[in-house]
């Protein structure tokens, strides 16, 4: 512990969005450097970064104080145009009750804003003042501003007002950062603070790291208010908001340290923080004779039993491989406590299809689930395509289901309207995403505020290497790619839009709603997490990203609006006119026109085949068979696209067919002998190795993030399993250094099995 004790009570993290250059990792960091045991975040009207800053806080060893400052409408207090001017407090959660009122008041700030922004009136703070403690102070303190309209009285009633409602909790804020507004007022603020008996606090506005960082704020809020740094009636940043040290500190308020002082008595008082909570699924209203596991198993035999009258190609002994499957998955779902979720997936998905709203057959993992066929959430037979439940849900490492629901993309929002009617609209929210000044971004708009045209920095922003699927940095771009380097030596101005890129970049610019995500909760969720409303579509959102939202206890489901459903949906209607009975869903998969139009490279609006590279690699393959879509759709992407060539000259006779080994050949003879599919690798261990498909899922995730002593352990278990199998350590080891290389690449065959029916439905 420094033995000049501050804290920080004023922090601004890039949270503050284009307000702030100090990213809360960097924060955390900072504040363990300078052996501070405490400090507070207090973000500008959001909590967008509470439980963020609060876990990994507590990580290293610092006390989170959560906090925010937030706009105070204060109706006398007009300006020249009539209009309410801006007002701030800021409020630090004491205990768990404060936190709370804190994640009520956020939210209310947002979602009742009176005024075309986020704020609150003095009465709901009143309402919601337990566990809290209020300061005035900063650039927007409504003291100040009284006594600049020298309106004392109506300043001695707000004051009194604040004192008996909050008592000791009711503190006064000095900033010394040469700020002429507020070394005008400040002995006003100190004489107040005596003569009214209430505390006082020195704070610093930290809203970047060091001293370094001074021009590079200064250009960020020039970003953010779309000016250039050559023109004079600009919004300015300030040199001294860093994050400075407790000596710093001291040297400034010499004067008065109990000040400072006070700043370790505020975080001895605030004694709660947020942690990560386990996941709680909402409750799903059951058949009243039912719990939630009987319901699942009631409804998903019915909904078997329904599939399989349908269908004439199942013998007596499929069913009772079907059933097997059915029991199995049911025992595993119930076991991990998982069944409510199905049940509430199941609901929305009957619901849209009963209401015509077009729906998915399925994607990602969860086509794999014999359950989620039975009840209807996807359309996709998983043991006729031999897609593996275990991929989804793996009894021996326990995560939560996530299904990916696609819905047409015109009518989504319905199913969201109905989910919310259903569990309540204080219960269901958007799942909040933040843009961020992404390198090239960063470049453009930093050349912008340099004043550099636009021609010049458009080609220079260029040369960063560009892949949305896996980002690059500019320090790694910058390492990488010879030609930025000369640029940067040969033009000062772009070296110092370089500097300042640096420092800005992933910053967060603005906050969106997610294309997807949606927490449903069977608790009003202002108790549980802080909301706000997205100005442009006026839907309520969660603060917290989706990591947070669900490091919050919350469960999120995924709403996608896809074109392509509402285009196949618009077509039937019109086949519809002249032949009522045609169902998409009901259609061969084996119609040799369509395969002849794919062959021939016709693809033009057929859903993931129109590219000019897939055009080629249909002309070459010329499928003739529904599993030669979905290895398509799963080969053509960086890395598994190597293998195209030799699975084309293997379906064509050209090249032999290698299993690897003779017992794998059933795995993998859909493929010509290619691990295309991440199922295979499942499949390669069970047959090889002995792996249950639960232990074989380890084996593929530890491949995929290549975790080497993790690696050790599996490798050594795969090759004594296959020697166990009559293998040589050997040919057990080549096996496992092949199937290793194709692990970190092979595609989820379920995903690709989904998207490649909506490929053929559309064909």
Not at 210 to 222: A, G, N, P, Q, W
Not at 698 to 714: D, N, S, V, W
Request: proline share 4%; glycine share 4%; hydrophobic share 35%.
């Amino acid at each position: 512990m420094n033995d000049k004790p501050f804290i920080h009570l004023r922090t601004q993290s890039s949270y503050s969005l284009s307000e702030s250059a100090i990213k809360i990792d960097k924060l955390v960091e900072m504040t363990k450097d300078f052996n501070m045991p405490a400090v507070a975040l207090t973000d500008n009207n959001n909590m967008f970064g509470a439980l963020e800053f609060s876990i990994k806080s507590s990580n290293k060893g610092i006390q989170p104080i959560i906090g925010t400052t937030i706009n105070l409408f204060i109706n006398d207090l007009h300006n020249i145009n009539n209009n309410i001017n801006i007002n701030q407090v800021t409020l630090l959660a004491k205990n768990q009750i404060g936190y709370t009122n804190l994640l009520h008041l956020s939210s209310k700030s947002h979602i009742e804003n009176s005024h075309n922004m986020p704020g609150l009136f003095l009465k709901d703070i009143i309402n919601y003042k337990e566990g809290l403690i209020i300061y005035l102070g900063g650039s927007h303190n409504p003291i100040i501003q009284y006594l600049e309209k020298n309106k004392i009285e109506r300043m001695n009633d707000l004051i009194s007002t604040l004192k008996n409602e909050f008592k000791d909790n009711l503190l006064f804020e000095i900033q010394r950062i040469q700020n002429n507004d507020f070394e005008k007022f400040e002995d006003n603020l100190i004489n107040l603070s005596i003569e009214k008996k209430i505390p006082l606090i020195a704070t610093n506005n930290v809203q970047y790291p060091d001293e370094e960082y001074f021009e590079s704020h200064d250009s960020l809020i020039c970003i953010a208010e779309k000016t250039k740094l050559v023109h004079e009636k600009r919004k300015k940043s300030n040199p001294n908001l860093y994050f400075k040290s407790s000596e710093d500190m001291y040297e400034l308020f010499k004067d008065i340290p109990q000040a400072l002082e006070n700043t370790l008595l505020v975080a001895q008082k605030c004694n709660y923080f947020p942690l990560s909570k386990k996941p709680k699924l909402p409750k799903y209203e059951t058949n009243n004779q039912f719990n939630e596991k009987e319901e699942l198993i009631d409804k998903s035999t019915k909904g078997l039993d329904k599939r399989i009258k349908y269908n004439s190609k199942f013998t007596k002994e499929k069913i009772d491989i079907y059933k097997k499957r059915l029991e199995y998955e049911l025992r595993v779902i119930n076991d991990m406590g998982f069944a409510g979720y199905f049940l509430i997936v199941s609901d929305f998905i009957k619901w849209a299809k009963n209401n015509n709203i077009p729906v998915g057959p399925g994607r990602g993992s969860g086509a794999g689930s014999l359950v989620a066929w039975s009840l209807t959430i996807t359309d996709l037979d998983p043991i006729n395509y031999g897609l593996i439940f275990e991929r989804f849900l793996n009894p021996e490492r326990i995560s939560l289901p996530d299904f990916d629901i696609d819905f047409c993309q015109d009518r989504r929002d319905e199913v969201i309207d109905y989910v919310e009617k259903k569990y309540g609209k204080n219960s269901v929210a958007r799942i909040i995403t933040f843009g961020t000044l992404s390198s090239r971004a960063v470049i453009r708009d930093l050349g912008r505020v340099h004043d550099i045209p636009y021609l010049e920095v458009d080609r220079f922003s260029k040369m960063i290497p560009y892949n949305p699927a896996n980002p690059i940095t500019l320090s790694k771009s910058i390492e990488i790619e010879p030609s930025l380097k000369r640029a940067i030596n040969n033009d000062e101005r772009l070296k110092l839009v370089i500097d300042q890129g640096l420092k800005l970049e992933g910053l967060y610019r603005h906050a969106s709603t997610h294309a997807a995500g949606v927490v449903i909760s069977d608790t009003n969720l202002q108790k549980e997490i802080p909301l706000y409303k997205d100005p442009k579509t006026q839907k309520i959102n969660t603060q917290f990203s989706m990591t947070y939202v669900e490091l919050s206890g919350l469960i999120k489901f995924d709403f996608l609006g896809l074109t392509t459903l509402t285009i196949i949906n618009q077509a039937t209607k019109l086949i519809n006119k002249s032949n009522k009975e045609f169902d998409i869903n009901m259609i061969p998969l084996d119609d040799k026109k369509t395969f002849e139009m794919l062959s021939y490279g016709k693809t033009a609006g057929v859903f993931q085949l129109e590219s000019s590279g897939m055009k080629d690699v249909l002309k070459r393959l010329k499928p003739d068979r529904f599993e030669e879509i979905i290895a398509v759709v799963a080969l053509f992407r960086p890395g598994p696209m190597d293998n195209i060539p030799s699975y084309c000259n293997r379906k064509h006779k050209i090249e032999s067919i290698d299993y690897l080994h003779p017992l794998l050949e059933p795995a993998l003879k859909e493929t010509y002998g290619i691990i295309v599919y991440q199922e295979q690798v499942l499949q390669i261990a069970q047959i090889l190795s002995g792996y249950s498909l639960g232990e074989a899922d380890i084996l593929r995730k530890a491949m995929g993030k290549k975790i080497t002593k993790e690696m050790k352990a599996q490798k050594d278990k795969f090759i004594q399993g296959a020697i166990n199998k009559g293998l040589s350590s050997n040919q057990a080891s080549t096996i496992f250094e092949l199937v290793d290389k194709f692990a970190g690449y092979g595609f989820n065959k379920c995903h690709a099995a989904g998207y490649a029916l909506i490929a053929y439905q559309t064909a």
